[in-house]
């Protein structure tokens, strides 16, 4: 069965909805009907508009799917920033910082995914891991090897995972059997992209992926940042993650003004662009970033699991930064965006323990983060994010305190109060059903 047959013309929902939007960081509508055709949220208002919206559709009672007081509907959460070919590490080897444990660690693993046997194995396995967890879109930084980064396009087209996808780009500072060669890496680079857009999926976009400037020649970068101009590619890679790699990056490239200026340089920033951790930015790169349109993804697991630094998010979005949510994984130990979310919130209450000024940021930010935050970053609010009309259906139905849950419902609880119970305790036990794009990709009960 393709897609689209399995979109169906209309869906409506009645029952507590939150989202984000421009004005609120997480609204609760606890009586609110949600119309979606084909695929399209079309509508969003109170229950009392139900009759009209069903006259309007032609449409019955029975076509209503009907909340009841334990369940929410969200948008789906976007992970801004993932490594699949690392999900083999997920939980291991976090005893050595970044530089050190790149090569010790991970770099070792991703050339395993010559392999495309393994690669296939692995990537299914998070697709499914992810979409189960709520995960209805994610930015993928898959290995250098093409065949197996194109196994796992083709996975998330298969199982309707929104994604963009990069092939790993890196012609220096590595291992001899995992490095490229510079020429060899912008064919393969190239041929991923046309590939990809051939395709003509929506749903699963290229993206173009230098892995940081440390691994990436400066021809190489320059030749990255013409191909993403070329097809007005995502463009997704690291950036100011720990202040060793600073240091380094200066010394690689003593004519940029900073770290964030040698991406720039090379034709790299932009609105569809997406730079991992920034945790120790200047001013002057906030400024490049904001002016820029680029987005950071923050990585607050991993920035705190490799000892990398302590991100301060209200930092760089009063810098008009767009921000959103990263595993990073296996950086960051935990593949599910709702673990972003809370080492989020840690991050961000450490901040306050240590400087009395500081508002740390609330379980509606985190919402907000995951969320619109993402599709900012990402560069893809224009159409997904939040419930606003015109925008994709990507959701999840959210069914708390069911037999198998891990959140005890013991007294009476607000649609608020329900919502910071998912934030704070759920998991993927209480995600009942995950949709992208209107199709139901993942059920609980399937
Ligand atoms: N910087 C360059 N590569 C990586 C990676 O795989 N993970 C993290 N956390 N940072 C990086
Ligand atoms: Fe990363």
Known sequence: ??????????????????????????????????????????????????????????????????????????PGLVDAHIHPCQYPNAGLALDLPLLDWLQRYTYPTEARFQDEAFASTVYAAVVDRTLRNGTTCASYFASIHRPATERLAELCRERGQRALVGKTCMDQQAPTNYCEDTDQSLQEATAFARGQLARRCPLVLPSVTPRFAITCSERLLAGLGQLAAEHGLHVQTHVNETRNEVAMVRRLFPEAASYTDVYRRAGLLGPRTVLAHCVHPGDDELTLLRDSGAGVAHCANSNASLRSGLCDVRRLETAGVQVGL?????????????????????????????????????????????????????????????????????????????????????????????????????????????????????????
């Open 326 to 446: 990263g595993t990073d994984m296996s950086g960051g130990y935990h593949p599910s965006v709702l673990d972003a979310i809370r080492t989020t919130l840690h991050t961000s209450n450490v901040h306050a323990i240590y400087r009395d000024d500081y508002q740390p940021l609330t379980f509606r930010d985190g919402l907000r983060l995951a969320t619109l935050g993402g599709a900012a970053a990402l560069g893809l609010a224009d159409s997904i994010g939040n419930f606003e009309p015109g925008k994709q259906f990507d959701a999840m139905l959210v069914s708390l305190g069911g037999d198998d849950s891990d959140v005890d419902l013991l007294t009476p609880h607000s649609p608020d109060e329900l919502l910071q119970k998912f934030i704070y305790l759920g998991d993927s036990r209480d995600i009942a059903k995950v949709y992208v794009a209107g199709r139901e990709v993942h059920s609980r009960t399937a």
């Open 1 to 74: 069965m393709s897609r689209e047959q399995a979109v169906p013309d209309v869906q409506l929902f009645q029952g507590t909805v939150a989202h984000a939007t421009a004005a609120c960081a997480a609204e609760v509508l606890p009586d609110a009907v949600l119309v979606v055709e084909r695929g399209r949220v079309t509508h969003l208002g109170p229950a009392s508009g139900l009759t009209a919206q069903l006259r309007r559709l032609d449409a019955g009672a029975e076509a209503v799917v009907q909340l009841s007081p334990h369940q929410l509907l969200l």
